[in-house]
Nanobody, 127 residues
Framework: QVQLVESGGGSVQAGGSLRLSCVVS????????MAWFRQDPGKEREGVAV???????TYADSVKGRFTIAKDSAKNAVTLQMNNLKPEDTSMYFC?????????????????????WGQGTQVTVSS
């Protein structure tokens, strides 16, 4: 069972930056696709970014150019650097691990393809 623990959420003003971190057990960072999702109350969870086992990254259009996902294999962690934050980025952010599927390579991650999830960390951006 892969375990994921997120940290780094908080409150920031629009235009500011936050860095989310997800520590992963069992050296899973090198074996799985690692993704970040976000979810608002009453809404579906949406994919934000993914990094695959070849370090290829894919981003949702809404965060391209502002967010960067990266793996830190030495620390068994995956990070999400969020710059130029906007109020609409306010959400609960989740880290997830799942098998990399050929059919989904290069696509924004979908929750159904991910088996292991963290507990989430809240990001709030004020205008």
């Amino acid at each position: 069972q892969v375990q994921l623990v997120e940290s780094g959420g908080g409150s920031v003003q629009a235009g500011g930056s936050l860095r989310l971190s997800c520590v992963v057990s069992d050296n899973a960072v090198g074996r799985y696709c690692m993704a970040w999702f976000r979810q608002d109350p009453g809404k579906e969870r949406e994919g934000v970014a993914v990094v695959d086992t070849s370090d290829k990254t894919t981003y949702a259009d809404s965060v391209k150019g502002r967010f960067t996902i990266a793996k830190d294999s030495a620390k068994n962690a995956v990070t999400l650097q969020m710059n130029n934050l906007k109020p609409e980025d306010t959400s609960m952010y989740f880290c997830a691990a799942g098998l990399c599927l050929f059919s989904t390579m290069g696509q924004v991650p979908l929750p159904r393809h991910y088996s292991f999830w963290g507990q989430g960390t809240q990001v709030t951006v004020s205008s």
